[in-house]
C-alpha cells in the first residue's frame, strides 16, 4: 500500500541509517519538524471544548447521585450539573465547550476533573490543553544516539527509540523479530501507528490487537497536547483517518492514555504466544521530546 503520510521528512542519501554489528538495529537522525509548535490558541481551546464535551457525555449521572429523569434528553450529565459541582458559572464552563477565550483557573480544572472522574493522566492532559503547560524541549541527535545506544545494550529485549508521535527513530535486531524490519519499510511509513492500523503483521502477531490499538490511539491524543496543528501530528492522523475506519472512530472519542505498562501477548511464527509488558517511558526532560519501547518478559 503507498502511505498518504506524505509530509514525513526523508532522509537524504547521506543521511541513511546503516546497521551496527554489535547490537543491531538502526538509528535515524532526528526528523526536522519535530522543534515545538507555535499552537495557535483557535485550536487548543478546540480540542479542549471536544475533550470536555466527549467526557461530559459519557459520565453516568447516577455515578455522581443524579436522577437521570425521563425528561433528560442529554447523553450524559448536562453543562449546568458540571458547572455546579465543579463549584463554577454554569456560563463560564459553556463558554469552555464552546472554544470561547477564556483562562480556567487551576481551582476550576480541578473541580472539572473531579467530576468527570478524570484519570491522572486525563488530569494532565486538561491542564496541558487548558493552561499551555511548557513541553519537554524536542530530542536531539546526542540524545537519538544515546536512546539507540540504550537499544542496543537491551538486546535480546524488543526495544525501539520513537518520537513523541510514534515515529521510529532505532531499533534493535529483537525489535525486527517483534515488528519486522523497520530498515525495510518507507520512510514515511516507519510509525508504530501506521503499522498497527496498515500492516496485516501487526493484527497477525498481536493476539488483542484492538485493545492494543486502541491504546495507541489513546496515547497519541496524550501525545497531541500542546502540538495540535503541528505539521506532522495532522499529516499523520489525516492519512490514518483516510485509511482505517477504526482509527477514525476512536480517534474522534478523545480517549486519553497517558504513557505507561502495558501487558501484549505476541504471536511468534517460531515460538508461539508470548505475553509481555510493554514499557512506554514518557519523554524525559534529559532525553528532550524522544521515547524508549521496550517489552520484557511476563
Known sequence: MTSPVSSHVRLPAE??????????????????????????DEIRRRELADFLRKRRESTDPAELGLHRGARRRTPGLRREEIAVLAGMSPTWYTYLE??????????????????????????????????????????????SARLWELTKALNPLPALATSRFGDVLGWNDAAVDQYGDFGRMPDAERNLLWWMFTADAARDRIVDWEAEARAQVARLRWAAAGWYGHPRLDALVGALTAVSDSFRAW???????????????????????????????EWQDDLGDARLVLHVPG
Do not use: C, F
Request: charge should be neutral.
Open 98 to 143: 464552546q472554544a470561547r477565550s477564556v483562562s480556567p483557573s487551576a481551582k476550576n480544572l480541578d473541580g472539572i476533573a473531579d467530576v468527570l472522574r478524570l484519570s491522572d493522566g486525563e488530569r494532565v492532559y486538561l491542564s496541558r490543553l487548558a493552561q499551555r503547560d511548557p513541553m519537554h524541549r524536542p530530542a536531539t541527535e546526542q540524545d
Open 15 to 40: 543521511e541513511a541509517p546503516a546497521p551496527d554489528d554489535a547490537g543491531g538495529g538502526r538509528r535515524l537522525p532526528i526528523p526536522s519538524q519535530y522543534h515545538p509548535p507555535v499552537e495557535s
Open 251 to 281: 480517534w474522534d472519542k478523545h480517549a486519553v492514555y497517558a504513557p505507561g505498562d502495558r501487558i501484549v501477548t505476541i504471536r511468534h511464527a517460531r515460538s508461539g504466544e508470548q505475553t509481555t509488558t510493554r514499557v512506554l517511558d
